[in-house]
Structures are given as structure tokens and as C-alpha cells.
């Protein structure tokens, strides 16, 4: 019988290397399941559960009251070499249930049968209603000791250092949707200090669509899939955000920033985060100072392009959460730098004319720079998904003392809703003691019982005043640590639903943010804008939104225009005489290229010994070379992590051809539909895809040897961006230099000044 081309292919590797295939699965690169390599045979002999992975890392084993224990975190979870049951009685036989004889009927009396059944029947618990798709890390946040004079917030202190759990997440989408949608990110800091849980509720873009939160029912049913159909998932390319967002002029300030790269960052490591709203800190001798907080990423704010965006979507929809976890067990841990604008404490509460409590507004950081306080580092993955992300619970009203709210009318909304939306998502009033919710301070708060009370309380005396309880628990007066509320004065006035007149302006700092761009971030938001209005069904809607483009920018609105086929409107305000803020483009500097991909084309024909040399500077500059090779197991020595069926251009950074691969067995559109028409190419066409790809993702790509045809084949040698020639750490080093502006953007003249 003749043996197909790929069958073949797989019996050459596993024939030649078949002393080699357990090893060369062994984990050299990130991600890797399990924390010790399986073995072919099933483990029979009763041992202890394995110790989690290198880089996990779990919840402070914490009493429900906040005391430490001193156990292990192991110790929350599963104990004993044994199968149990729920009780701890040892199983004999999972795998059948008990019946009246071989052939049934089952018996009602199986207990290990109902438990096990019914349990798995319960293991899903409401999603959250936004930012349901996310992905968490643990952490460390040191003090810098700068902020003393502004916060008496204890673990701002110098040199403190409190653990973190800090949850990014996407907006729109379900739980089970790709990470690189257009949307904003969740970026939630749960800061555990010794004077009780700070949770910073952040997002990575610093405005808000809405100024006061009884709209946010509107924007999310605006935002979400359609009601009928339910389609489309996770997006804003769809009439129903449009038609709320064009008529509910108010949004298109952040409407803006989603449309721009901020919209599709390359990794959450790669993002800022912003508060959003104007805190009110007070400090140890009572004065008071208005804030924004900032994270900024150590690694520079980065994005996708739209394509790679789509792609990803269906190659690798995890890719964010990949990047973060993979980043960590790499030891390329993702660092921030937490900041601080601060304004004073004023009547008016504005600062430059900018009115604090509209989060529709940010105050340019040319205005108010952002001062350093401290830096959060994220050095461990969590050891279980659901105890740990999915059952965090953050809060705004989650402050220490030091740090207070203002009026601003969506933070006070947001006030209500978050204890709220945690009664139904983890089921009753107790989910502060979920370990990871558990704060590091002692808890004696005479709140009592409630569905899945885990904490012991002693004592009969839940309230205040007692004399039984010997008059515990006291109030706190200052000196002992005690939140202060801020004595604000309240305003008299009227009671009315209505605004002030400062948020009537709508345009004026959406308008700065275009100005502010840089002309290749121009052309993204106009591909961006124009994209999703033309994936609008009404011309109604694309109309009133091209509306409000005119009253933005007359270019950008020219231009939109033209993609979709309408007439520019002329604008029915004013424009806004508004100052650019370079700090709000994320192009232009160099920025360290902690964890990053690299793909690296070998040929197993070819000599590999550049190739060791290459991977072994890749590991060594801080970021994982990923091997790409006709067939999977080795090649010479070297372990394959790609092939040229399974790997694709969006999953690295940069692209290094070591070698022109003649097309693989199965190089056959029947096998691999990239392949396309593969009988008449010379190099692999997946191979010419992938540098395709890069070369039109504006990625570095380098090539020695063999590997410098390939450029002429694909018809990008000589172009910007494209290294050719030399050794191959010679190509490697000039590739990392272009690594570090993020993308070679002068590959593609902009059309937009
Ligand atoms: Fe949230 N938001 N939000 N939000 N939000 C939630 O709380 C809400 C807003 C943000 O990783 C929910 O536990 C209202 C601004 C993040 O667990 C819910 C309003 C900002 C996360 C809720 C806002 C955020 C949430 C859903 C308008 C940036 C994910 C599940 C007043 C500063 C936290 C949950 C995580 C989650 C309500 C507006 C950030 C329903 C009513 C502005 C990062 O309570």
C-alpha cells in the first residue's frame, strides 16, 4: 500500500528520533502543562498530590478572618494519595456505577454516584455580567515612599510591600470569547495592606463613555449582542453600539480611544491603567488632594494590528491570557509603575478649566505629570482558575485609610453595584472569605451567618453597644488607623436629575485625541471607524456617527466618509481649539523587549548550529524562541515547537528565517490549506506566508544563509524592517533593535499628517 506524503513524514521522525520523542516533548519554552513530565504508562502507585508548577503561585492561606495560618497554600488544596469522597471516605472505583448486576438498573443508594454527578452539575456560576472573559496574576507592589505627603495610606509608606491580585479582563464579551476583540481592558488591582483590601477598579483607557452610572445598563445593552440573534459576540462593530453612542454624543471621547490601538493592545503587559475617576486622598495632618491614578507598563504601551487582532481571534483566541502567564514562567515578569496627577483639593473641583468629576475628561499629562509612588510586579500565575480569577471580587468601595471617593456620579454609582452584582455571581453575602478575596488585615465586623459562612465567630454579642462581649469590637479613633470619610462640604442646592453644565461638552477631547496621534495611529482609527460603521446594516446610523466625526475633525471624518461611501457632513459645533498631548501616542520611543516571540524558520537539511547559537541569545536577551520546522519532535538536537502547519505569523514578535525548507510532505491544500498551489514553489508556501504576514504586520523580519532566497521569494527583500545577511547573531541583534520601537511603521507611509 503506498504511504501518503505526511504519513510518511511523521514515521521518518518518530523512526530516526524515536529514542528521543519522550524528550523532546519536555518543556524548553512556556506552557507547558503539569509540573512534572507524564510518563507514556499510568502512574499506578499511590503517591501525594505533585507540587504545583514553578510559577504558580495561590492565595495567603488566610483564615475567613483574616488571620494568618502559617500553612502551605497546598493546604487548600486536595490532600492524600487516595480517591475520596466529598467526606474523605477512600474510593474503591469511580468508573462504575452501582447497579443490580452487570446490566442495571442503577441503584439510587450509590452516593458516589449522586455526589459526583451533582456536584458537576453545579460547577457553573454566573458569568459576570461585564468583563467576564479575564485572566488574573499575582503580584507585589513596593512603595516608593513619594506619596507620604499626599495619602496616609499605609502601604504607600516607604519601601512597604504588599501582595497584589491584579485581574485584566475585555468588556463586551462572554467568558469563552477571544481575547483580542476591539474593547476596552479591565485592569483591577486588589492591593491586600495591613489596614485592609485597596482594590483600584481600572480600566486601560482613562475616560468613560457614560458620565453618570444609571446610564450603564444602556451603554452594556447598547455594547452587547443583539437580543435577538445574539450576534455579534464580543464587539462593537454592530448597529446597536453605534446607534447608542452617535445619539448619546457623551461617548465619543472613549468611543475614540476603542477606535484607536488602545482598542487591541499586543498583551496586557503592554497596557496602561487609569482609574478613571478623581479620588480625594488626605493625609496624616488631614490635608486633602484631588487624584487620577495611572499604571504604566514598564514595557511601553503597545497593540495588534486589525488583522493580527482577527486572526488571533480564530489561530489562538487565549492569546492575551497565553502571553501573561507564559511572560511569567518565563521569568519576564510584567512590571507597572503606579502614578499619580494630583490636583488641589478646590471648591470648584476643576483643574485647568477640566472639570474633575467628569470621567469623560482626562487633565494631559503635559498639564499634570504623573508622579511615581511605586511599581507593581506580577511574578506568579494563579494554581487554580475559577478559586482565583473567576471568584475574585473587586470593589471600588474597597479603600484604605488615606484614599477616599468624590461625587463624581459614576463612581457613585459604581458604589452600589459591585457588592450588588457579587451577591448573585458568588451566591450570597460571605464572598469575602473565599481565599482569594480574603483580606490580609484582622476582620471583626458583626456582620453574621448568610449562605456558606466559613468563618467561626465567638462570642454572643454581634452588636454595638455590648457589655457580654466585654465591649468588643471598639471603634477605632484616629490614632488607632481609622478610614476616614472626608469631611467634604455638601453644596446646598436643589434636588434635580441633571448635569452640570461642564459635561455638556461633548467633542473637545475627543478632538485632542486625534490631534495627538501620530499619522500611522491616525490611519488605524480611520480604518478602525471605518471598518465598523461599515459593518453597520442602517445608513441611518453611520450617518448621525459621521456626524460627529464633523464636529471632531473634518479629516478624519473626509475619510471615514469616503470608505463608506457618504458625503462628509459639515460640522454643527464649533471645533474645539484643542492642545495635542504627546503623551497620548504610544509611538516614537524604545522600550525593552521583556518576553517577547520569536519565530525562527529552520531547515533540517541545513546546518542548525547558527540556529543553537540564535535561540540560546534569544533566551538570554529575556524573550522565547519559538522553532518552526517542517515536521514536529527535533531537528539535529533542537526541539520543534511549530510546524508549518500548526504555526502562524500572529504568535511572534519578530520572524527569522535560518534556512529556505523545500515545501514538506504536506505541503498539500488537501492537508493544509495555507499550502495553497504548493507543487510549483521551491520554499514551503507556509513558510512564504508567514514572512507575508510579518512583512504586512509591519514585523522585523531577518534571514542568513539559505534563509536570505526566502526574502527574494516573498518579495521583501531590500524594504524596511528586513535584515539580511551576516551571522546569525549578528541578524538577531539588528532585529531586536528594531524589536524595540514595537514595529517597523516605516513600511507604511502614512496618508493621514
Ligand atoms: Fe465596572 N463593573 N462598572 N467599571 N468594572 C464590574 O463588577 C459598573 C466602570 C471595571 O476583574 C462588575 O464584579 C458600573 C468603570 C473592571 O472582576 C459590575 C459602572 C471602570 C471590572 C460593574 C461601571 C470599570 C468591572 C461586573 C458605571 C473603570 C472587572 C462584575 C457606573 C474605571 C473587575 C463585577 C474584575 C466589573 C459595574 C463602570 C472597571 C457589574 C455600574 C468606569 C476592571 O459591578
Known amino acids: 500500500m503506498d504511504v501518503s506524503k505526511p504519513a510518511k513524514a511523521v514515521r521518518d521522525v518518530v523512526g530516526t528520533a524515536a529514542e528521543k520523542v519522550a524528550d523532546a516533548l519536555t518543556p524548553d519554552v512556556p506552557g507547558a502543562p503539569g509540573s512534572a513530565p507524564p510518563t507514556v504508562e499510568e502512574p499506578t502507585t499511590p503517591r501525594e498530590p505533585l507540587p504545583p508548577k514553578a510559577e504558580q503561585g495561590a492565595p495567603e492561606t488566610r483564615t475567613p478572618t483574616g488571620a494568618p495560618t502559617g500553612a502551605p497554600t497546598t493546604a487548600n488544596g486536595q490532600q492524600g494519595a487516595f480517591l475520596t469522597t466529598a467526606q474523605g471516605a477512600r474510593l474503591r472505583d469511580t468508573d462504575h456505577s452501582l447497579k443490580a448486576g452487570p446490566r442495571g438498573p442503577v441503584l439510587l443508594q450509590d452516593h458516589h454516584l449522586r455526589e459526583k454527578i451533582t456536584h458537576f452539575d453545579h460547577e457553573r456560576i454566573p458569568e459576570r455580567v461585564v468583563h467576564a472573559r479575564g485572566a488574573g496574576a499575582h503580584g507585589v507592589f513596593e512603595a516608593y515612599g513619594t506619596a507620604g505627603g499626599v495619602t496616609k495610606a499605609g502601604f504607600l509608606a516607604k519601601g512597604r510591600t504588599t501582595d497584589v491580585f491584579v485581574r485584566f479582563s475585555t468588556v463586551l464579551g462572554s467568558r469563552g470569547s477571544a481575547d483580542t476583540v476591539r474593547d476596552t481592558r479591565g485592569f483591577a488591582t486588589k492591593f491586600y495592606t495591613d489596614e485592609g483590601t ?15 452610572a444609571i446610564k450603564f445598563p444602556d451603554i452594556i ?71 487620577k491614578f495611572h499604571w504604566k507598563p514598564k514595557l511601553g504601551v503597545h497593540s495588534l494590528t486589525w488583522e493580527e487582532a482577527q486572526l488571533l481571534g480564530g489561530v489562538d483566541p487565549d492569546f492575551h491570557r497565553r502571553d501573561l502567564y507564559d511572560a511569567i514562567e518565563a521569568g519576564a515578569f ?17 483643574f485647568a478649566g477640566i472639570d474633575l468629576l467628569d470621567p469623560t475628561k482626562i487633565v494631559p499629562e503635559e498639564l499634570a505629570p504623573v508622579q511615581p509612588v ?39 454609582g459604581r458604589l452600589f453595584s459591585y457588592v450588588d452584582t457579587q451577591l448573585t455571581r458568588l451566591g450570597g453575602p460571605n464572598f469575602s472569605q473565599i481565599p482569594i478575596n480574603r483580606p490580609h488585615a484582622p476582620v471583626n465586623d458583626m456582620l453574621r451567618d448568610g449562605f456558606h459562612q466559613q468563618a467561626v465567630h465567638a462570642g454572643v454579642a454581634p452588636y454595638r453597644p455590648n457589655s457580654l462581649d466585654g465591649g468588643n469590637p471598639f471603634p477605632a479613633g484616629d490614632d488607632d488607623g481609622a478610614f476616614v470619610d472626608v469631611p467634604v462640604q455638601v453644596t446646598q442646592a436643589p434636588k434635580v436629575r441633571a448635569n452640570p453644565v461642564s459635561f455638556d461638552d461633548h467633542y473637545s477631547q475627543a478632538r485632542l485625541f486625534w490631534l495627538s496621534m501620530s499619522p500611522v495611529e491616525k490611519e488605524h482609527i480611520v480604518r478602525a471607524y471605518t471598518f465598523e460603521l461599515g459593518k453597520c446594516y442602517h445608513q441611518a446610523i453611520r450617518e448621525r456617527q459621521l456626524q460627529c466625526l464633523a464636529n471632531i475633525d473634518p479629516v478624519l471624518c473626509a475619510e471615514v466618509a469616503t470608505g463608506l461611501g457618504l ?27 521583556d518576553g517577547r516571540t520569536v519565530g525562527i524558520v529552520v531547515d533540517p537539511r541545513a546546518g542548525l548550529d547558527d540556529v543553537d547559537e540564535v535561540r540560546r541569545a534569544v533566551f538570554a536577551a529575556g524573550m522565547v524562541p519559538l522553532l518552526i520546522a517542517p515536521h514536529g519532535g527535533r531537528v539535529g538536537d533542537l526541539p520543534v515547537q511549530r510546524t508549518f502547519a500548526t504555526g502562524r505569523s500572529v504568535e511572534f514578535d519578530v520572524l527569522l528565517l ?9 505541503a498539500s491544500p488537501a492537508r493544509d490549506a495555507k499550502a495553497g498551489a504548493a507543487d510549483s514553489a521551491t520554499v514551503d508556501p507556509r513558510v512564504l506566508l508567514l514572512v507575508d504576514e510579518c512583512w504586512r504586520h509591519a514585523k522585523a523580519i531577518g534571514a542568513w544563509g539559505a534563509g536570505v532566497d526566502v526574502l527574494g521569494q516573498a518579495w521583501v527583500a531590500g524594504t524596511p524592517g528586513v535584515v539580511a545577511g551576516g551571522s546569525g547573531a549578528e541578524v538577531f541583534a539588528a532585529v531586536q533593535r528594531l524589536l524595540a520601537a514595537h514595529r517597523v511603521w516605516e513600511r507604511f507611509p502614512a496618508s493621514v499628517a
Open 198 to 212: 485597596f482594590d483600584l477598579v481600572a480600566n486601560n483607557m482613562p475616560v468613560f463613555f457614560i458620565q453618570d
Open 221 to 291: 445593552h447598547a455594547g452587547k449582542p443583539h437580543p435577538d440573534r445574539e450576534i455579534p459576540q464580543a464587539q462593537s462593530a454592530h448597529d446597536t453600539f453605534w446607534d447608542f453612542v452617535s445619539l448619546h454624543t457623551e461617548a465619543q471621547h472613549h468611543t475614540m480611544w476603542n477606535m484607536s490601538d488602545r482598542g487591541i493592545p499586543r498583551s496586557y503587559r503592554m497596557m496602561e491603567g487609569f482609574g478613571v475617576h478623581t479620588f480625594r486622598l488626605v493625609n496624616a495632618a488631614g490635608e486633602t488632594a484631588l487624584v
Open 334 to 350: 510584567p512590571e507597572w509603575e503606579l502614578g499619580l496627577q494630583v490636583f488641589p483639593d478646590t471648591p470648584e473641583e476643576t
Open 374 to 412: 511605586g511599581k507593581l510586579t506580577l511574578n506568579r500565575t494563579p494554581t487554580n482558575f475559577f478559586a482565583e480569577t473567576e471568584q475574585v471580587a473587586f470593589h471600588v468601595g474597597h479603600l484604605p485609610p488615606g484614599i477616599d471617593v468624590t461625587n463624581d456620579p459614576l463612581l457613585q
Open 567 to 593: 458625503p462628509a457632513p459639515e460640522p454643527t459645533v464649533p471645533l474645539a481649539d484643542a492642545a495635542p498631548s504627546p503623551a497620548l501616542s504610544q509611538v516614537g520611543g524604545q522600550w525593552p523587549a
Open 658 to 666: 535560518a534556512g529556505a525548507p523545500a515545501p514538506a510532505p504536506d
